[in-house]
């Protein structure tokens, strides 16, 4: 059954009519026995962690959770008596801009983790300079995102939604990437993509990662 997407604001890939993106990963996996599933590590942060690099900003800690994100994930998980899947939603989040609030009527992460398990996961050290580096880095890969005409835009050379805040232009400049990633992909072997996430994709065939 072919697959039709739309280009969102983003320009982000999401699949029209139907919804097979948003299946439960087991369905999924069973659904597309046999083929091979690839996705970025950690996409953002790793985008956000090589572009801070390529215009001449360190990122250790966000390099600091990529070499050891199922330890650091566990970590906070026994620390906050929390799901370490929740851990990793709550850590998106902050990229996202959650902020560091108990408040689940201002902030995203009291709804991921729960109200008892917010507190000691926003009081965190890690969480805390984690939170401290992406603020620090990102208003400098903001101030890197082509601006025309007073807009943003980012690798898919499409334009912010018109916004001030840091974090939402931080999102759209990762989201381009991420985006450009999965469309260099799709232009190289479109032939045998079956299915397109937003940050991977189904191959028929067993592809060159490198």
């Given at each position: 059954i072919?697959?039709?997407?739309?280009?969102?604001?983003?320009?982000r890939?999401t699949?029209v009519?139907?919804?097979?993106?948003?299946?439960?990963?087991?369905?999924?996996?069973?659904?597309?026995?046999?083929?091979?599933?690839?996705?970025?590590?950690?996409?953002?942060f790793?985008?956000?962690?090589?572009?801070?690099?390529?215009i001449?900003?360190?990122?250790?800690?966000?390099?600091?959770?990529?070499?050891?994100?199922?330890?650091?994930?566990?970590?906070?998980?026994?620390?906050?008596?929390?799901?370490?899947?929740?851990?990793?939603e709550?850590?998106?989040?902050?990229?996202?801009?959650?902020?560091?609030?108990?408040?689940?009527?201002?902030?995203?992460?009291?709804?991921?983790?729960?109200?008892?398990?917010?507190?000691?996961?926003?009081?965190?050290?890690?969480?805390?300079?984690?939170?401290?580096?992406?603020?620090?880095?990102?208003?400098?890969?903001?101030?890197?995102?082509h601006?025309?005409?007073?807009?943003?835009v980012?690798?898919?050379?499409?334009e912010?939604?018109s916004?001030?805040?840091?974090?939402?232009?931080?999102?759209?400049?990762?989201?381009?990437?991420?985006?450009?990633?999965?469309?260099?992909?799709?232009?190289q072997?479109?032939?045998?993509?079956?299915?397109?996430?937003?940050?991977?994709?189904?191959?028929?065939?067993?592809l060159?990662?490198?």
């Open positions: 072919p697959v039709l997407y739309e280009q969102k604001s983003s320009g890939l699949e009519l139907f919804g097979i993106q948003n299946t439960q990963r087991e369905v999924l996996s069973a659904a597309l026995s046999g083929y091979w599933d690839y996705d970025l590590n950690n996409a953002h790793s985008i956000l962690s090589q572009w801070a690099k390529r001449g900003h360190s990122t250790p800690v966000i390099d600091d959770y990529m070499y050891r994100k199922a330890q650091i994930r566990q970590e906070l998980s026994r620390y906050c008596k929390a799901p370490a899947d929740s851990i990793k709550g850590l998106i989040a902050l990229l996202y801009g959650a902020p560091l609030h108990t408040n689940p009527d201002f902030a995203s992460i009291p709804k991921i983790l729960g109200k008892e398990s917010t507190q000691p996961f926003i009081d965190h050290p890690f969480v805390r300079n984690l939170k401290k580096e992406i603020s620090s880095v990102g208003r400098f890969i903001v101030a890197d995102t601006s025309k005409r007073g807009c943003y980012n690798s898919m050379g499409v912010a939604p916004t001030k805040k840091q974090t939402e232009l931080l999102c759209h400049a990762l989201q381009g990437v991420e985006a450009l990633a999965l469309k260099t992909v799709v232009a072997h479109g032939a045998n993509i079956l299915l397109c996430m937003h940050d991977g994709w189904v191959s028929r065939i067993k060159d990662c490198d």
